[in-house]
T-cell receptor, first 112, second 112 residues
Framework: GQQLNQSPQSMFIQEGEDVSMNCTSSSIFNTWLWYKQDPGEGPVLLIALYKAGELTSNGRLTAQFGITRKDSFLNISASIPSDVGIYFCAGRTNFGNEKLTFGTGTRLTIIP | ETGVTQTPRHLVMGMTNKKSLKCEQHLGHNAMYWYKQSAKKPLELMFVYNFKEQTENNSVPSRFSPECPNSSHLFLHLHTLQPEDSALYLC???????????FGAGTRLSVL
């Protein structure tokens, strides 16, 4: 089945630094989603991308749908303590397909 | 608060027990999902219900038995589980099966 390779697996940064993470696939995806999961909670949707090349922002978060449709990127600017958590990418291969494929997650830790 | 409520939040059960997980969504969605989240693995889709009909069973062992009595409620009945079934079980819902999924906080299950 499809696999999403998400990197890095973990990041240790200082407050105020910018963060970049990405997700790649061997298959083409028509939808990319980025979720964040706090400890003890379920994933919460951050950004949804529907078109190749699309760049979408949500506050300090910016995500891009790669031109090849096989990758996506998430950037966080000026990180703050509440950014700590696990970030997941998810993709859907076809419109109308109910199955989402999830990446393995990037765990973000902020060093005081 | 995502509008998807899961109970209980934590469950410890023996291998011979029978228990049920409950999910309720207050979003007026028509599709509901069960996922299994194990450490260092991508979210694994287990079951999908669309308009109360099961449309996906992702090769899940029969010791997991889903039930969807209406579009707002989803259950996962558990019996004779194995220790490797210990995980976070997440419920999600979406307007339709191909739309964005919203997750509950999960049930942390430990099988002894």
């Amino acid at each position: 089945g499809q696999q999403l390779n998400q990197s890095p697996q973990s990041m240790f940064i200082q407050e105020g630094e910018d963060v970049s993470m990405n997700c790649t696939s061997s298959s083409i995806f028509n939808t990319w989603l980025w979720y964040k999961q706090d400890p003890g909670e379920g994933p919460v949707l951050l950004i949804a991308l529907y078109k190749a090349g699309e760049l979408t922002s949500n506050g300090r978060l910016t995500a891009q749908f790669g031109i090849t449709r096989k990758d996506s990127f998430l950037n966080i600017s000026a990180s703050i303590p509440s950014d700590v958590g696990i970030y997941f990418c998810a993709g859907r291969t076809n419109f109308g397909n109910e199955k989402l494929t999830f990446g393995t997650g990037t765990r973000l830790t902020i060093i005081p | 608060e995502t509008g998807v409520t899961q109970t209980p939040r934590h469950l410890v059960m023996g291998m011979t027990n029978k228990k049920s997980l409950k999910c309720e969504q207050h979003l007026g969605h028509n599709a509901m999902y069960w996922y299994k989240q194990s450490a260092k693995k991508p979210l694994e889709l287990m079951f999908v219900y669309n308009f109360k009909e099961q449309t996906e069973n992702n090769s899940v062992p029969s010791r997991f038995s889903p039930e969807c009595p209406n579009s707002s409620h989803l259950f996962l009945h558990l019996h004779t589980l194995q220790p490797e079934d210990s995980a976070l079980y997440l419920c999600a819902s979406s307007q339709e099966a191909s739309h964005i999924q919203y997750f509950g906080a999960g049930t942390r299950l430990s099988v002894l």
